[in-house]
Nanobody, 122 residues
Framework: QVQLVESGGGLVQPGGSLRLSCTAS????????MGWYRQAPGNQRELVAS???????SYADSVKGRFTMSRDSAKNTAYLQMNTLKPEDTAVYYC????????????????WGQGTQVTVAS
């Protein structure tokens, strides 16, 4: 069974930094694209950043220049380095990955992590 496990959330002051990690584990052929989403209370879940298998990244306008997403394919792990955090970055952050099935690599499924809370407050 494939699982995504996030870590690295917490409470930080405005202007501070946090680094989130997301690791895929279980039986799989390959992890394709990965992404970070966030959801604040009363808001819809939104895409924050994504990375393709070749390392190409894209970002929401609200985080460009402040957040950096990267991946270590050998470890099936993605990272989100968040700098210059603002109170409006407060949300539950979710990891998302498209993973090819171990037995049938033409089958690609979407998985979600359980979420990690990021709170930016003084």
């Amino acid at each position: 069974q494939v699982q995504l496990v996030e870590s690295g959330g917490g409470l930080v002051q405005p202007g501070g930094s946090l680094r989130l990690s997301c690791t895929a584990s279980g039986s799989m052929f390959r992890v394709d694209a990965m992404g970070w989403y966030r959801q604040a209370p009363g808001n819809q879940r939104e895409l924050v950043a994504s990375v393709t298998t070749d390392g190409t990244t894209s970002y929401a306008d609200s985080v460009k220049g402040r957040f950096t997403m990267s991946r270590d394919s050998a470890k099936n792990t993605a990272y989100l380095q968040m700098n210059t955090l603002k109170p409006e970055d407060t949300a539950v952050y979710y990891c998302n990955a498209e993973i090819r099935d171990a037995k049938h690599d033409y089958v690609r499924l979407t998985y979600w992590g359980q979420g990690t809370q990021v709170t930016v407050a003084s």
